[in-house]
Each structure stands twice: as structure tokens, then as C-alpha cells.
């Protein structure tokens, strides 16, 4: 999911993709030799646009034709083939073909993708994968990962010749649900409580969803499971804090019964977090496979292939402290334009205030010298204002599994705390900066009218949005 704090990983990740008749680049350094019982060939997959990805088929060393085949398809952000070679090595081992490629970057970066683009990609490797005469054709299949999750079972209702359907960690909401959700969970972990919280993990994607900046928010997974047909085996961690998992079994449960399916397994893991590696609380991720996993996997697949799919069955239950909740879009007055328009404003009060009281004193007219609430409303606003997209801004670039919000107290950090008290501090001397330009008109003293009026607006307009962004709330 997706995705903003990865923006300089995303954006500076090395191109996997080989244009017809463009130059070839530096080679990338050989991968590691195949370890023993499986056989690697490497394959050119090429796509409907014109792309050609590279690939990695792997067999079990001297195996016989027919094996049952699969396609891992990547979860989110830069998708190198070698991301997934642990799980291609331990299920080949398992006596399954694997084939892994290297995600497309043109059409796929932090801010475009496009799943139906990403789903014709994965029906590429598997017409590939069919045509190897290590495979039996009939049982070729797709195994999305996270992020593929959305992808595979899109790509299993574009190709009646795919055989069966894997995920792991899939979602069974919208992307844009999924991200807030995972990162509310990720910063009350961190012990934070209170307006930090919507302030982090939920109106910043609505902000950046109005921008265009989130692509393919509002995917429904449901369409593509509710006509599935197929074998469908779903495997989720119990400890999964990217997915929630109980909504999402739930989900991929009430679509495929609508979809009539007979042969569906759903299964959740204990001990496990979201790419189903041993976990003690799911913000930790270990070195090894959750017990029972591979075996799952491998077993699964060698019962369809075998003609003897599995009955529907769904067991484990999963940890989830919180439910999702719906994203909406923005409203008109909380649009793009108006936020700007309010941030715009609050900066030219703000900063203008204190920057035109310095350009007169160079100029050496300095004029009247204003009341010390209007001094401590542009000090005390600008600080608020900056400081907050600069703290939030720090949450989101510096988070990785888990979020390091500073020293707490009462469940807020600290620093949120201090930028709440200069909020505060910006709407008293806003009243009462108010007051004494009321009063000198009253008495008929004039001067910096056109300056003070603007401060004023500033803060006039600081009110709500201070209020919006969680710094006057608890």
C-alpha cells in the first residue's frame, strides 16, 4: 500500500524494464546461485504495451514435465524479481514451478499505477509460465502478495486459462481504507492517542487523494471475487498490522459465497504478520516463514492440480484492535484550492506581519510600533503553521514498521503538545489583537491599517483550520 513516506525509495528505484530496441543498461549484479534441488532459467516476459520484464522460472532440479505452476505477483513499491525468491525457492523445493518478474516501472511509480495495467502484466507471465514444457498448462495459477492482492484475482477474471488463485495478506478494502487504517494502528501502537492520530493516518490522504497524488484510492476488490469460481486459498497473519485481517477474511468469505465458489480456503496464521514471517507483535518481522506456511501452500496446490481441490473451509482468527473506516472525499470547503487558499493567507498575514515591520526599519521608517498582541499572533501563528506540516511531514518520512513520535505525555508527544499550546497562544492574541485595533478605531487613531487588517484575517482563518488539522482539539 501503498506509499508516500517511500516517495525517495520509489522515485530513485533502479528501472527493471527493457524497451524494445532501447539501449541496454548496466547489467545489475548476477543473482546468487540457485541453492541445490532447484533449477533457474531466466525468461523474457513481454507485455501488452510493448514492455519486456525479466523473469526467473525455477523448477525442482531434474523434475519430470506436468508440474503445477505459479505466478508470485508483487505487493506494493519497487518490484525487483529477487523480492520474492525465498518464497519461489521454498515452493519449488515443495515440487511447484515458480515464476517471478520484475514489476513494470514505466506506468507504475508513488503516485500512478494502475491495477488493470498491473493485472495484464501478471496474464503475461502466466501465458509464459504455461508455455514452459516443465508445466503442466491446466494448472498454472497466480499468487498475489499484499498490494497483488488487488492484482492476481483481477488477473484470474481477465484469463479463463488461469487455474487457480493464491493471496497472501490481501485486502478486502479499498487501498485508501487500508492505508488509514494501517497507519492509525501504527501510531496508537506508538502509545500516541488523541487529534494526532486522524491528524496522521486520515486527513492527510484525503488531502492527498483531492491532489490526485493516491492512486487507484477507492479499487473495490469485491467485483473480481464475487464472480471467482476457481480454488481460491487466502492466507493471512494473525498479527497482520498492514491488512486487517479479520474484515478482510470476512470480505474475500461474503464474496466468493456469492460467487457460488465451493473450493475456497481461508486461513489465518498465529505468529505471523503481514507477509507471513514469525512475529511477536506484528510491528516485527522475523527471518523465517511462519510455521505451516510453505507447507500449506505447497500442499494446497498439489490437491488442485491433482484434481482434488480442497472443500470450502475457513479457520483462525486474526488480531484486530480497530475496524476500518470509510475515507470520504473532501468537501468543498475542506477542497485543494480552499486549503491552499487558507494556508496561502495565514502565511501572508503571518510571515508579511513581521517581514514589512523589517523592510521599514532597512528603509529607516520604521513607523508606529504595533501592540504586542498582534507581535505574538504572527510569531506564535506562523510557528504553529509551519511547525505542524513540518512535525507531520516528519511522522510520514521517518515511519517504517513502526513510528517514533518523541516523548509522550498523556498519550500526546510532546511536540504535538507545544504546537497545540502556540495555537492556543495564536487564537487569544488574535481576540485580542482584534480589541485593540476596535479600540484605536473607536478613539480615531489610524496606521498600518491594511497591515493589521490582514494579520487579522490570518487569524480569523487560522481558527478553522487549526481546528481541522487537530491542534484546538484534545
Not at 520474492?84 to 521454498?90: F, H, I, K, L, S
Not at 493471496?167 to 494526532?196: F, Y
Not at 496446490?301 to 472525499?329: F, N
Request: aromatic fraction near 8%; proline fraction near 10%.
Amino acid at each position: 500500500m501503498p506509499p508516500y513516506r517511500r516517495a525517495l525509495a520509489a522515485l530513485a528505484a533502479a528501472a527493471a524494464i527493457v524497451l524494445p530496441g532501447a539501449p541496454t543498461l548496466p547489467s545489475p549484479p548476477p543473482p546468487p546461485p540457485a541453492p541445490a534441488g532447484v533449477q533457474e532459467t531466466e525468461l523474457r516476459i513481454p507485455t501488452s504495451d510493448g514492455l519486456v520484464l525479466p523473469a526467473t522460472l525455477r523448477v525442482p532440479t531434474a523434475a519430470r514435465p506436468g508440474l503445477p505452476g505459479v505466478v508470485l505477483v508483487h505487493g506494493a513499491g519497487p518490484g525487483p524479481r529477487e523480492k520474492y525468491r525465498a518464497e519461489a525457492e521454498a515452493l519449488t523445493r515443495a515440487g511447484v514451478a515458480t515464476l517471478t518478474y520484475d514489476k513494470r516501472t514505466q506506468g507504475y511509480s508513488l503516485l500512478q499505477r494502475s491495477y488493470t495495467r498491473l493485472a495484464e502484466d501478471t496474464v503475461a507471465a502466466a501465458a509464459e509460465l504455461r508455455r514452459r514444457p516443465e508445466v503442466n498448462p491446466a494448472q498454472v495459477g497466480v499468487m498475489g502478495f499484499s498490494e497483488g492482492g488487488w492484482v492476481a484475482p483481477l488477473a484470474a477474471s481477465r484469463s479463463p486459462e488461469i487455474a487457480f488463485l493464491v493471496v497472501v495478506g490481501a485486502n478486502g478494502v479499498a487501498p485508501l481504507r487500508q492505508q488509514s487504517w494501517a497507519d492509525t494502528i501504527k501510531i496508537e501502537h506508538a502509545g500516541v492517542r488523541g487529534s494526532l492520530v486522524d491528524a496522521h493516518a486520515r486527513t492527510p490522504y484525503r488531502l492527498i487523494t483531492g491532489m490526485g497524488m493516491f492512486p487507484e484510492p477507492y479499487y473495490d476488490p469485491g467485483p473480481p471475487l464475487r464472480s471467482c469460481t476457481l480454488p481460491v486459498l487466502g492466507i493471512w497473519g494473525a498479527q497482520d498490522r498492514l491488512t486487517p485481517p479479520v474484515e478482510s477474511v470476512q470480505a474475500y468469505r461474503a464474496a466468493l459465497d456469492q460467487a457460488g465458489n465451493r473450493h475456497y480456503t481461508l486461513r489465518t496464521v498465529e505468529g505471523a504478520e503481514h507477509s507471513l514471517r514469525t512475529t511477536s507483535t506484528g510491528f516485527d518481522k522475523g527471518g523465517q516463514f511462519a510455521p505451516g506456511y510453505v507447507d500449506l501452500v505447497s500442499s494446497w496446490i498439489a490437491d488442485v492440480a491433482d484434481g482434488r481441490p480442497p472443500p470450502t473451509s475457513v479457520a483462525g482468527t486474526g488480531e484486530q484492535t480497530r475496524p476500518t473506516v470509510e475515507v470520504a472525499p473532501l468537501a468543498w470547503y475542506e477542497s485543494v484550492g480552499v486549503q491552499l487558499s487558507v494556508v496561502a493567507l495565514m502565511l501572508a498575514g503571518f510571515a508579511g506581519f513581521g517581514l514589512t515591520a523589517g523592510w521599514r526599519r532597512l528603509r529607516g521608517r520604521p513607523g508606529p510600533r504595533a501592540a504586542w498582541p498582534a507581535r505574538v499572533l504572527a510569531g506564535a501563528g506562523l510557528t504553529a503553521v509551519v511547525g505542524m506540516f513540518g512535525y507531520l511531514g516528519f511522522l510520514q518520512v521517518t515511519a517504517g514498521r513502526t513510528v517514533d513520535p518523541g516523548p509522550l505525555l498523556v498519550g500526546r508527544p510532546v511536540a504535538w503538545l507545544a504546537l497545540q499550546l502556540l495555537a492556543v497562544v495564536a487564537v487569544g492574541a488574535g481576540i485580542a489583537t482584534g480589541a485593540v485595533v476596535a479600540k484605536r478605531r473607536r478613539a480615531g487613531i489610524g496606521g498600518d491599517r491594511a497591515r493589521l487588517g490582514v494579520l487579522l484575517a490570518a487569524g480569523a482563518a487560522f481558527v478553522p483550520w487549526a481546528a481541522y488539522w487537530g491542534l484546538l482539539l484534545p
